[in-house]
């Protein structure tokens, strides 16, 4: 058996050497590192792909956030609501530019944004909501939209996990995540399911104004060479890194599909399972459409019930079989965003799910061998 990764990205690779290899060497040919035609061409394939009227590369998923917020024109001491369970990087980014944080709690079933915690930390001073789709399952986007709608709030979405995923409306129609809100942003972290080899993101937004802006912040705040009309950052995506997105955008499909498939054969073993909670996104769709798009599975994440996770991980390691916790700690329990204002009973869901959440590999080249010796080794464990 091929040795199990959390993430698999040489296999990939190889497949695909083929077209990463000829579309890098075009860049250092023309020596066209920044800014060349490469991340024009992917800017635009990225727009058509998502439905999406701009996208603008930047330098990294971070930034990404960073820089939408500074486009809507956040000022200090707004307030922004985000999920107390993510990564670090959306409430750091908050900080950052000295706008206040508001961590709510999230879903113990979808494990997105809480949207009865969010109408409850709104304040006349609340300026912008940031879902993210967490794992690669959307949040629950027309509630939040309706609810900033009301309270004149911007919608920033991190679709860092995202990319791909397709939100179903109540009406039925679709869109894909990161074209819903006012702003969205993204990133191309090698193991992120569109991921670059290096740094990469990008921002996207269906409102020209908006784009107008961005496009200057990210470069130094000039609309015109040699003119800073705003303060800006220097974030770029450089053509290498756009070459070889180029290369892999036509396959994200298919990737988030290999995901979906492994998701649905982890399902499949550990369903109906006392002491394992499978992730939802597949099973309310399972019988109803085989195809959707509704989670692309960014990680597989199980929530345990009554099993000792440390145990589990070890043997786990002790199998070779990788895994994560993500998240370990809720944010408003880190030490750089512990607040006074934060209430430990606001924050049931986030505190259980640190404590019983495992992440098991999940990545588009898992064979079946792979999979099911991953879902023996976990059942043999549990079953014990
Ligand atoms: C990866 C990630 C980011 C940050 O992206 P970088 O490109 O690493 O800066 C932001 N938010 C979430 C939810 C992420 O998973």
Same mark, same amino acid.
């Given at each position: 058996?091929?040795?199990?990764?959390?993430?698999?990205?040489?296999?990939?690779?190889?497949?695909?050497?083929?077209?990463?290899?000829?579309?890098?060497?075009?860049?250092?040919?023309?020596?066209?590192?920044?800014?060349?035609?490469?991340?024009?061409?992917?800017?635009?394939?990225?727009?058509?792909?998502?439905?999406?009227?701009?996208?603008?590369?930047?330098? #990294?998923?971070?930034?990404?956030?960073?820089?939408?917020?500074?486009?809507?024109?956040?000022?200090?001491?707004?307030?922004?609501?985000?999920?107390?369970?993510?990564?670090?990087?959306?409430?750091?980014?908050?900080?950052?530019?000295?706008?206040?944080?508001?961590?709510?709690?999230?879903?113990?079933?979808?494990?997105?944004?809480?949207?009865?915690?969010?109408?409850?930390?709104?304040?006349?001073?609340?300026?912008?909501?940031?879902?993210?789709?967490?794992?690669?399952?959307?949040?629950?986007?027309?509630?939040?939209?309706?609810?900033?709608?009301?309270?004149?709030?911007?919608?920033?979405?991190?679709?860092?996990?995202?990319?791909?995923?397709?939100?179903?409306?109540?009406?039925?129609?679709?869109?894909?995540?990161?074209?819903?809100?006012?702003?969205?942003?993204?990133?191309?972290?090698?193991?992120? #399911?569109?991921?670059?080899?290096?740094?990469?993101?990008?921002?996207?937004?269906?409102?020209?104004?908006?784009?107008?802006?961005?496009?200057?912040?990210?470069?130094?705040?000039?609309?015109?060479?040699?003119?800073?009309?705003?303060?800006?950052?220097?974030?770029?995506?450089?053509?290498?890194?756009?070459?070889?997105?180029?290369?892999?955008?036509?396959?994200?499909?298919?990737?988030?599909?290999?995901?979906?498939?492994?998701?649905?054969?982890?399902?499949?073993?550990?369903?109906?399972?006392?002491?394992?909670?499978?992730?939802?996104?597949?099973?309310?769709?399972?019988?109803?459409?085989?195809?959707?798009?509704?989670?692309?599975?960014?990680?597989?994440?199980?929530?345990?019930?009554?099993?000792?996770?440390?145990?589990?991980?070890?043997?786990?390691?002790?199998?070779?079989?990788?895994?994560?916790?993500?998240?370990?700690?809720?944010?408003?329990?880190?030490?750089?965003?512990?607040?006074?204002?934060?209430?430990?009973?606001?924050?049931?869901?986030?505190?259980?799910?640190?404590?019983?959440?495992?992440?098991?590999?999940?990545?588009?080249?898992?064979?079946?061998?792979?999979?099911?010796?991953?879902?023996?080794?976990?059942?043999?464990?549990?079953?014990?």
């Amino acid at each position: 058996m091929k040795k199990i990764q959390m993430v698999d990205l040489q296999s990939q690779y190889a497949k695909i050497k083929d077209i990463v290899d000829p579309s890098i060497q075009e860049v250092m040919d023309s020596a066209t590192f920044i800014n060349g035609p490469k991340v024009h061409e992917f800017q635009k394939n990225l727009e058509d792909y998502l439905g999406v009227k701009h996208v603008i590369p930047c330098a #990294n998923g971070t930034d990404a956030l960073q820089i939408a917020m500074m486009g809507l024109g956040l000022k200090p001491g707004d307030e922004v609501i985000t999920a107390d369970f993510t990564f670090a990087a959306t409430v750091e980014v908050i900080a950052l530019l000295q706008l206040t944080p508001v961590l709510v709690d999230v879903d113990p079933v979808t494990f997105n944004i809480d949207v009865e915690a969010i109408k409850k930390a709104i304040t006349p001073k609340t300026k912008a909501i940031v879902p993210v789709h967490l794992f690669g399952l959307p949040a629950n986007m027309d509630a939040i939209m309706d609810l900033a709608k009301e309270h004149n709030l911007f919608v920033i979405e991190d679709n860092a996990q995202g990319i791909g995923a397709e939100y179903t409306h109540r009406d039925g129609s679709k869109t894909k995540t990161g074209a819903i809100g006012h702003a969205a942003s993204t990133s191309f972290f090698p193991s992120k #399911n569109l991921g670059c080899y290096g740094d990469g993101g990008a921002i996207f937004t269906n409102d020209d104004d908006l784009a107008h802006t961005i496009r200057g912040i990210v470069n130094h705040g000039m609309y015109e060479r040699y003119h800073h009309d705003v303060v800006g950052v220097n974030s770029r995506l450089d053509s290498i890194q756009a070459a070889v997105l180029n290369a892999k955008l036509p396959h994200l499909d298919t990737y988030n599909a290999a995901r979906r498939r492994t998701a649905r054969k982890y399902n499949e073993a550990f369903k109906n399972h006392k002491n394992i909670i499978i992730p939802t996104g597949l099973t309310t769709c399972e019988g109803i459409c085989d195809t959707c798009d509704c989670h692309v599975f960014h990680q597989y994440t199980l929530n345990l019930v009554d099993v000792d996770r440390d145990a589990l991980v070890a043997h786990l390691q002790e199998k070779n079989i990788p895994c994560g916790v993500y998240y370990p700690i809720p944010l408003h329990r880190q030490k750089a965003y512990k607040d006074e204002r934060y209430n430990e009973a606001d924050f049931k869901v986030t505190n259980a799910l640190v404590t019983s959440v495992i992440s098991l590999p999940m990545h588009t080249e898992l064979d079946d061998e792979q999979i099911t010796f991953i879902t023996d080794t976990v059942l043999n464990f549990i079953n014990l």
